[in-house]
């Protein structure tokens, strides 16, 4: 059983940066690699981010590419997505999810997972 918990979300300047946390508690956080996705007012849940059980490897979605970095710390059972430049767009409910396995992160860009957090608001403003 494993359990995510998003925090840093909040109200954010258009132009700024966010690093949101998803923060696990649970045994073997290590053997699972980590997605993070967002969903906007009226949009359907949409994929940002993903890495891989070490976090050696990650997969971004191709637009939001250069704006977004994820990383993974095993140690402290928590996977960070920092986010630069923020737009208007970037506003949402982000949420992170956790699949068990050893593939590469791209597989982990759909809409399944083993375990979902209860995400985090953020809004961005001008």
């Known amino acids: 059983q494993l359990q995510l918990v998003e925090s840093g979300g909040g109200l954010m300047q258009a132009g700024g940066s966010l690093r949101l946390s998803c923060a696990a508690s649970?045994?073997?956080?290590?053997?699972?690699?980590v997605a993070w996705h967002r969903q906007a007012p009226g949009k359907e849940r949409e994929f940002v981010g993903s890495?891989?059980?070490?976090?050696?490897?990650?997969y971004y979605k191709d637009s939001m590419k250069d704006r977004i970095t994820i990383s993974k710390h095993n140690g402290n059972n928590t996977v960070y997505l920092q986010m630069n430049n923020l737009e208007l767009a970037d506003s949402g409910v982000y949420y992170c999810?956790?699949?068990?396995?050893?593939?590469?992160?791209?597989?982990?860009?759909?809409?399944?997972?083993?375990?979902w957090g209860q995400g985090t608001q953020v809004t961005v403003a001008s």
């Open positions: 649970g045994r073997a956080f290590s053997s699972y690699a």
């Open positions: 890495i891989n059980w070490s976090g050696g490897r990650t």
């Open positions: 999810a956790a699949s068990r396995g050893d593939a590469d992160p791209i597989v982990y860009s759909g809409p399944n997972a083993d375990y």
